[in-house]
């Protein structure tokens, strides 16, 4: 018989000596964290209590009104001292003679010299008076005994009892005690309460001055925004400016700093105040503390503006009335006077406003012009505000390119002789011929007689720094674009600004967001009006404006972008600008397109009638060296004026304003360019037969090709 034998344990299988072999290690569960000492929970409880809004409000509430008692006894302690002293009228000489005013300061010493007066006849006074205190005394309790005896007399006499003369005596003597005994009653608590309301009346002193820090100050008392300026003000704002030589000024000055400050007069919307800086301060550090000289004055940093007038270490602080930069000005007069008209030689442009609140205009005599600033500030409403007033000029003609091309010069049609609007390369180039062609018209001028009186020929480039950025070249080669010797945009620009202005033709140009590339240097400079709506760096102030004018002060960059739109700072000799001053402030009048469009209608309505050219290829298609050769005739050569001339007869459409510059674009590199002949420039006939006979061949050869 077969037994099953059953194992109850699996019989282990060998190990493989080469596999590998994981340990498992078991880790104990790990320690419970240690508590946190008692002092760091004390901390942090003590930190949270102490960083809660209740608790700093407490703090507050203690702090402000224990200063408040505190301070209010250091104000009635000086009010004393000033009352019972001459100290009141020594501050006010010293002050006197700092600023330079000795009859003030001979008028204060006069009324010194009372007060000492008046105080030593009081204090002899006193050195006899104990002796006539004791008389009157004497006297006056000794009369009123007698009238007390008299009346008990009297009484008696009425009564008929003795006694009654010793009652109004005896009386008197009884209410003495009663007064007595109250004062006793009374005396105690008084010793307690006295101290105790003497200090609630020097709490509500220094409580109405409010003597306390601005931080432990409630909140609807905390902000001093507006607060009017006053002399105290202004040198403890100049005190904490820190400026460690200004400050120890200030505090070595016996008159605390007054001496520093011209008067405080009202300049329009503010105040303005010179400050005489002490010996080791110059007026660059305070120039460079604007933003926290603004915040000590309670004001935002725009609306405190810090210049340079004429005299030496002195700034000049022209400060705002809280908010009031931020009230728009009234309209152009452009818009209220319908009967205005211009004078572009002994007339004014009204612009706007300055920051004292008075009319700024702009004379635009023999001046180029470039406006700068940041996209949609306002750049190109404020030059065409000095086109539309400058259109009511009949005797002014108007060139203009506006490279934005969204008609916000469109009014201008029916006044400009050319107004070409778009963004693009070909805008570009008709842009670009139009100020070479306004150099040739600046070059006929100036071969005029001197003397010769010649009209107004303003040209007109809004967005101009597309031009200077545009990559497109000519046949020749030669860019749009650009800053080299080559771009003929750059190239034209340069040549209207060397010698346009003896010859009434002028270049006014509107750029955004200037840089060297967009802006070249010699473009900007060569502009006699500059000005800047907001920009972004102090670097693109000094290429609008000019070192000069922002070492001066002016602060282009510091225009709040979008808040400050219309808001323009001008270096120009064609506005007034207060003495010293490299700049000035002005706040444009805004003038919508509606009413542009009112005013180029009353413009249009004084000339005779203008058809504005928007092409530079305008009308019909023309050959024009065949009709170069069609006006030169028989002749064997002509003048190239009488070609301009006879050119223009021929068709004023396409001739008309053509220069000495366009006929010879035309003609060179064809063999017929004008030459000289008995020093004169003329266009030979035989050349120009040979010029066309040429082109026909070249033409007829790549046909049959």
């Known amino acids: 018989m077969t037994e099953n034998v059953v194992h109850l344990h699996k019989t282990p ?98 009324r010194l010299q009372r007060f000492r007066d008046a105080r030593h006849r009081r204090r002899m006074d006193l050195l006899h008076s104990p002796i006539e205190v004791a008389k009157g005394a004497a006297v006056g309790t000794g009369m009123g005994i007698g009238a007390l005896v008299a009346l008990g007399v009297v009484m008696a006499i009425s009564n008929g009892d003795v006694k009654d003369v010793i009652t109004p005596l005896a009386a008197t003597i009884d209410f003495i005690a009663l007064l007595i005994r109250i004062v006793q009653i009374v005396w105690g608590p008084a010793l307690i309460l006295g101290p105790l309301f003497a200090l609630l009346a020097l709490w ?17 008392a905390r902000s001093s925004e507006g607060e009017p300026i006053t002399p105290s003000i202004v040198v403890k704002a100049l005190r904490d400016l820190g400026i460690a030589p200004l400050k120890s000024a200030i505090k070595e000055m016996g008159d605390a700093g007054a001496s520093m400050l011209g008067p405080i007069t009202i300049a329009g919307c503010g105040v303005e105040v010179d400050v005489t800086l002490p010996s080791g301060v110059s007026t660059i550090e305070v120039q460079n503390k604007r933003r926290k000289l603004a915040e000590n004055l309670t004001r935002h940093e725009h609306e405190v503006f810090v210049t340079i007038p004429v005299a030496a270490r002195t700034v000049r602080l022209w400060i705002a009335d809280s908010g009031a930069l931020d009230e728009p ?96 390369d070909e805008h570009v180039i008709e842009v670009t011929e139009m100020v070479e062609d306004a150099v040739g018209e600046m070059n006929r001028r100036l071969q005029e007689p001197p003397g010769t009186d010649f009209p107004l020929l303003v040209v007109i480039v809004d967005e101009a720094q597309v031009a200077f950025m545009c990559p497109a070249k000519g046949e020749d080669k030669r860019p749009y674009g650009g800053s080299s010797a080559t771009s003929r945009y750059y190239m034209g620009a340069r040549k209207i600004h060397n010698q346009g202005r003896a010859v009434n033709v002028l270049l006014w140009q509107g750029t955004q967001d200037p840089t060297n590339e967009n802006l070249p240097k010699l473009v900007r400079e060569g502009a006699h009006t ?151 420039m003329v266009v030979g006939r035989d050349r120009l037969a040979r010029a066309l006979a040429d082109r026909d061949t070249d033409g007829s050869a790549s046909a049959s090709k």
């Open 329 to 424: 000005i009234g309209p152009s007069p452009l818009v209220t006077d319908e009967t205005m008209t211009a004078d572009y030689k002994k007339g004014r442009a009204p612009w706007g406003q300055d920051l004292r609140g008075d009319a700024a205009s702009l004379s635009l005599y023999q001046r180029h012009l470039l406006i700068t600033g940041l996209s949609n500030q306002g750049k190109t409403a404020a030059l065409r505000a000095l086109a539309l007033w400058l259109a009511l000029d009949r005797s002014v003609e108007f060139w203009m390119g506006d490279l934005k091309g969204v008609g916000d010069w469109a009014m201008f049609d029916g006044i400009a002789t050319r107004l070409i609007q778009g963004p693009t």
């Open 13 to 110: 299988e060998p190990i493989d000596p080469d596999a590998q072999v994981t340990t498992l290690t078991v880790v104990p569960d790990a320690p419970p964290a240690r508590p946190l000492p008692l002092w760091v929970r004390s901390g942090r409880a003590v930190k949270t209590v102490a960083t809660a809004d209740g608790t700093k409000t407490v703090g507050r509430a203690v702090v402000r009104h224990g200063l408040y008692t505190f301070n209010g006894g250091r104000i009635v302690a000086r009010r004393t001292w000033d009352g019972r002293t001459g100290a009141r009228y020594e501050r006010m000489i010293r002050a006197a003679e700092a600023a330079g005013n000795n009859e003030l300061a001979e008028e204060w010493e006069e």
């Open 530 to 680: 500059r000005a800047s709506l907001a920009l972004g760096t102090e670097s693109q102030a000094r290429m609008a404006l000019g070192d000069k004018a922002v070492n001066g002060g002016a602060a282009p960059h510091l225009l709040r972008p979008g808040l400050d739109k219309g808001t323009l700072v001008v270096a120009s000799d064609g506005i007034e600008i207060p003495a010293g001053q490299s700049s000035i402030t002005v706040r444009t009048h805004y003038i919508s397109t509606d009413d542009a469009k009112a005013i180029a209608a009353r413009a249009k309505a004084l000339r005779d009638g203008v058809t504005t050219l928007h092409t530079i290829e305008r009308g019909e298609k023309r050959d024009p060296l065949a009709d170069i050769a069609s006006v030169v005739g028989t002749a064997s050569r002509v003048l190239t004026q009488d070609v301009l001339k006879r050119l223009g007869a021929l068709s004023a459409e396409s001739y008309g304003k053509w220069s000495f510059l366009d006929l010879k674009r035309v003609l060179d590199g064809t063999g017929a360019e004008p030459y000289k002949s008995d020093g004169r």
């Open 204 to 220: 509500a002193v220094g409580s109405k001055q409010q003597a306390a820090p601005q931080w432990a100050l409630p909140a609807n």
